[in-house]
């Protein structure tokens, strides 16, 4: 439950946390526990819909644009409650049934739109809402929006300020690799940062494919000045694993 992640998360030392399910707890009361422990909730991501029936997210789903309106509500009156400046729009999975090329451009359509709306509302309250590219080769073979370049393609024809992109490296490296240059070229549009180290998206310092402490490096020259989110599963407890942190940044998380 996320009531008691914030408390665990101030006790290893976080100063922020993200949220991805909290829509079976009382906003009010999770506020109560964020104020007590003093930390800043950076993230929550919007309702995911039916996941009993398949849904991950409802953004670019034709014939749910309803559902998704009341599910962005949902998520901004959890964010306002919480103070929580970003908010995740979840794409969601092409339907079953149906093939990936057969729906992509009214998948497409239908992201834009909603994207557009939600720009329009966030705008109103100063919360920026962010697209995330989630690998279809490993994690969720149906999802929708699944690169960089497709999500930068989106996020030009949206064409509004406050939607950024979600950039999580783990997913970004199955996809498509080419890191040094996808960060360089789509940094203007990168508005949060997550990490986890490949193959096993464990720590960032673990063994894998991805040399982190020269892609923070990387981040730090262009300019990165948003939260770096860790998306992994630790290989053993959360504080045993957090050497890392120590070892890039000094123990500031």
Known sequence: MFRY???AAARAGFQAVEA???YDSDPGELRKVTEQTGLE???INTPPGDLKSGDLGLGAVPGREQDFRQGLALAINFAKTLDCKRIHVMAGRVPAGLQRSATSMEMEATFVQNLRYAADVLAKEGILG???PI???VTDPQYFLD????AAEILQ???RPNIKLQMDV???QIMDGNLTQNIQKYFPLIGHVQVAQVPDRHEPDSPGEVNFPYLFNLLEKLGYQGYVGCEYKPMGSTEAGLDWVRKYWGGKK
Do not use: F, G, M
């Open 147 to 150: 690169s960089p370049h497709q």
């Open 170 to 172: 783990y997913h970004w």
């Open 20 to 22: 991805a399910w909290l």
């Open 135 to 137: 690998n279809t080769r």
């Open 130 to 132: 962010l697209i995330e």
């Open 157 to 159: 024809k949206v064409d």
């Open 41 to 43: 909730v950076a993230l």
């Open 5 to 7: 992640s914030p408390q």
